[in-house]
């Protein structure tokens, strides 16, 4: 089992910036894929941006150049650093932590919501 607490969201105008965290109860050195997810209303959660236990992360197209995604290991903790925010990053974003081989479970956290006015 893992729990994780996502902290950080809020309000934003469009081109700030904001850090989400995720504060895992297990080792994150442990866990194969620590990730962000995010759902707009009416839409299908999708990836954002994940890292791998050794350090190899990928993000999606839209958030390039702008979102960093970093962990922590001694505090168990995965950042989500965005900058230069749009209206469009408005969502709820989601930590989910990936655990196990060849088929891992997936946990999630209960979600921090980001809105960024124009």
């Known amino acids: 089992q893992v729990q994780l607490v996502e902290s950080g969201g809020g309000l934003v105008q469009a081109g700030g910036s904001l850090r989400l965290s995720c504060a895992s109860s297990r080792i994150i050195f442990s866990i194969n894929t620590m990730g962000w997810y995010r759902q707009a209303p009416g839409k299908a959660r999708e990836l954002v941006a994940r890292i791998t236990s050794g350090g190899t992360t990928n993000y999606a197209d839209s958030v390039k150049g702008r979102f960093t995604i970093s962990r922590d290991n001694a505090k168990n903790t995965v950042y989500l650093q965005m900058n230069s925010l749009k209206p469009e990053d408005t969502a709820v974003y989601y930590c989910?932590?990936?655990?196990?081989?060849?088929?891992?479970?997936?946990?999630w956290g209960q979600g921090t919501q980001v809105t960024v006015s124009s």
């Open positions: 989910n932590a990936a655990v196990g081989v060849p088929a891992p479970n997936n946990y």
